[in-house]
């Protein structure tokens, strides 16, 4: 079946602009992250929805930094007034839930570059 | 919360030969620790994992220990290929609370000819 998508690919932002970045997971799964990988570092953990619910937003880095998943399955992640040091790699990951079935799956990614 | 060390960050070996890489992780009741593999500029995909109710996992040629007591854990890749080079990530969480991954810094695998 089809596995997590995200979209735009590849991003650029004047440094000020708004940008939203969309995550499909796989359809069926409770549960979505957002991580963000800075070059050559290992994927942070950003927030974490089960369902429409945002149990989890303790590694937003600033209240520029925004998720929303208002029926349980597309999420966005939007960033205002992007600055330079949010440049990265924005992985979502998707997963059923419950051990033994929670196995995060995750995106392509959104590589997201401000000048 | 939850700090993942992983060692080392590259590694080279020769075809046919094994890649060890070791993480250690700090929160004892983390009780998941998947592996990554992530080629440029592609996804993670998750190549093993192990729960802390088992010591060792294999699949093929991939196989994970776990040692809870001294809170490491290791991947092991025999017989290695050309197309095992990437970049492994260490993971850990605790499914019970947040389920939330913590990885490590990565390693970058090189397998030479």
């Known amino acids: 079946g089809a596995g997590v998508s995200q979209s735009p690919r590849y991003k650029v932002a004047k440094r000020g602009q708004d940008v939203a970045l969309r995550c499909d997971p796989i359809?069926?799964?409770?549960?979505l992250f957002w991580y963000q990988q800075a070059l050559g570092q290992g994927p942070e953990f950003l927030t974490y929805f089960q369902n429409e619910a945002q149990l989890d937003k303790s590694g937003l880095p600033s209240d520029r930094f925004f998720a929303e998943r208002p029926e349980g399955s597309v999420s966005t992640l939007k960033i205002q007034r992007t600055q330079q040091e949010d440049s990265a790699v924005y992985l979502c990951?998707?997963?059923?839930?419950?051990?033994?079935?929670?196995?995060?799956?995750f995106g392509p990614g959104t590589r997201l570059t401000v000048l | 919360g939850e700090n993942v060390e992983q060692h080392p960050s590259t590694l080279s070996v020769q075809e046919g030969d094994s890649a060890v890489i070791k993480c250690t992780y700090s929160d004892s009741a983390s009780n998941y620790f998947p592996w990554y593999k992530q080629e440029l500029g592609k996804r993670p995909q998750l190549i093993i994992d192990i729960r802390s109710n088992v010591g060792e996992k294999k699949d093929q040629r991939i196989a994970v220990t776990l040692n809870k007591t001294a809170k490491h854990f290791s991947l092991h890749i025999t017989e290695t290929q050309p197309e095992d080079s990437a970049v492994y990530f260490c993971?850990?969480?605790?499914?019970?609370?947040?389920?939330?991954?913590?990885f490590g810094t990565g390693t970058r695998l090189q397998v030479t000819l």
């Open positions: 359809s069926g799964h409770v549960s």
């Open positions: 993971a850990a969480s605790n499914t019970g609370t947040a389920s939330k991954l913590t």
């Open positions: 990951a998707s997963s059923p839930w419950r051990a033994p079935t929670d196995t995060q799956y």
